[in-house]
């Protein structure tokens, strides 16, 4: 069988588009550099420089930038409600962040931590943790920026996608109706934080996801934006966006799969037969030997099995949380690819939280992150084609924003968490939670263990 070129008679890349491939695969070349054995690290080195060379004709010319100055403002601020720059309130992940961007900068590179290795998704932090070790920049402002640059990036492909500006204050304040599901359970595990109220898990708003886990929320955010609008067959390049991701984090590849496989629909069967998808293949295995390295103490069972989950409270997580929105949107939406889209957003979040993985159920919180950016990049497109029958999503939305406004309080309340003396003990709630984070050296990986 032979293998599709990437060449020029193909629709290309926009070249926002070009930037959140780069934004998301440049932490695969420090890992391949710094982490592995250089027997495996320099030919994945190699590998992704061959994946940059095969792409470089597939970029189109830049776009026009009447709407950066608006996007950038609105990252800014997000970011800012945040806690990401060094001023305000954050909430208790940043205590796991701080732990492993301070263990990135103090110790070589892979780190090890009371005699194991790190073993985590270290897509989003080895950036700014690199750049903290060579530069005078505090760590911390480097870490905002390089966070806002994820953001905006994604609100400029949501924004392409949806035509209009407002796509992103949509974006940014979408959520499931959580203030509901709080009142009918008067359960919440703090004070404004109302999305834990099923008592087994979460659906995370964007807003939750970007003040909590950035690391999984913007590979997620940009590769969605990559799936639903960009002209370029991406299905060709699948292999290397997998790999890229998988860095930042595996739960994201779950949620992203469904979607990729609606996408390989569009661009044709064959599509993914180019030799990008090999050598992307290829690379992601010594990222994925070292992310399961180690792991078989992380917890892992079916929903039902957990003390707390009920049939009731699923059926009644799955319609406020996104089946009421959904039905709004199947009225309002007319479009095959939309409605096709629509279909696979809520197929994904209706079988994702049936999986329980990690120590507080991280695949349903992280994995629905994909499905849930369709679904504010339809609500946008419905509010802005067909206004008088998006009244019900209007409405949903609202209720639905009381969510990222608990958030933006309960944060202005907070503590800071980021501060160089915080380690991995620190952050953990239990020692059973490290398992998740350090193990024996994985296979590939540099040995650092002193000479015999």
């Given at each position: ?135 005078p920049a505090q760590l911390e402002v480097l870490v905002g920026l390089w966070t806002c640059l994820g953001v ?208 507080v159920n991280d695949l349903m919180m992280r994995g629905t992150q994909p499905a849930v950016a369709v679904l ?77």
């Amino acid at each position: 069988m032979v293998m599709a070129e990437d060449g020029d008679d193909r629709p290309r890349l926009r070249a926002s588009e070009a930037a959140a491939l780069l934004y998301i695969g440049a932490p695969l070349a420090l890992f391949f550099a710094w982490f592995l054995q250089p027997a495996i690290g320099l030919p994945c080195l190699a590998g992704l420089a061959f994946i940059a060379w095969r792409m470089r004709h597939a970029v189109d010319r830049p776009e026009p930038t009447s709407v950066d100055l608006w996007l950038v403002s609105v990252a800014f601020v997000w970011t800012l409600l945040a806690g990401i720059w060094p001023i305000g309130g954050q909430g208790l992940d940043w205590l796991k962040h701080s732990a492993v961007l301070n263990l990135l900068v103090s110790d070589a590179w892979p780190p090890m931590y009371e005699g194991q290795y790190l073993r985590y998704v270290v897509g989003w932090y080895l950036i700014p943790a690199g750049l903290a070790k060579v530069m005078p920049a505090q760590l911390e402002v480097l870490v905002g920026l390089w966070t806002c640059l994820g953001v905006y990036l994604s609100l400029r492909l949501v924004t392409n996608v949806a035509g209009v500006r407002f796509a992103a204050v949509v974006f940014v304040l979408f959520s499931g109706a959580d203030i509901l599901g709080y009142l009918i359970t008067q359960f919440a595990i703090m004070p404004l934080h109302y999305e834990w109220w099923s008592g087994w898990g979460q659906i995370s708003s964007t807003t939750t996801s970007l003040f909590w886990t950035p690391q999984h929320a913007i590979p997620g955010w940009l590769i969605i934006g990559l799936v639903v609008g960009s002209r370029f067959p991406i299905t060709r390049i699948g292999g290397a966006i997998g790999a890229a991701v998988l860095l930042w984090s595996p739960f994201t590849v779950a949620g992203l799969a469904p979607f990729m496989v609606y996408r390989w629909a569009r661009d044709g069967l064959t599509s993914p037969l180019t030799l990008t998808n090999v050598v992307g293949a290829a690379i992601a295995l010594p990222i994925l030997a070292y992310l399961t390295s180690g792991i078989a103490s992380v917890p892992v069972a079916f929903a039902w099995s957990t003390p707390q989950f009920t049939w009731a409270k699923w059926a009644l997580l799955m319609l406020i949380e996104w089946g009421v929105l959904a039905g709004f949107l199947a009225l309002a939406l007319r479009a095959k690819q939309e409605r096709a889209l629509l279909a696979v957003a809520a197929a994904t979040l209706a079988v994702l939280p049936f999986a329980y993985v990690g120590a507080v159920n991280d695949l349903m919180m992280r994995g629905t992150q994909p499905a849930v950016a369709v679904l504010a990049i339809l609500s946008a497109i419905a509010i802005s084609r067909r206004p008088a029958a998006a009244t019900g999503v209007i409405a949903v939305l609202s209720v639905g924003a009381v969510t990222a406004f608990a958030e933006v309080a309960r944060n202005a309340k907070s503590p800071r968490h980021s501060a160089p003396s915080v380690t991995l003990t620190m952050a953990m709630p239990t020692p059973d939670f490290l398992v998740q984070y350090l193990a024996p050296r994985p296979f590939g990986i540099r040995d650092r263990e002193p000479p015999r």
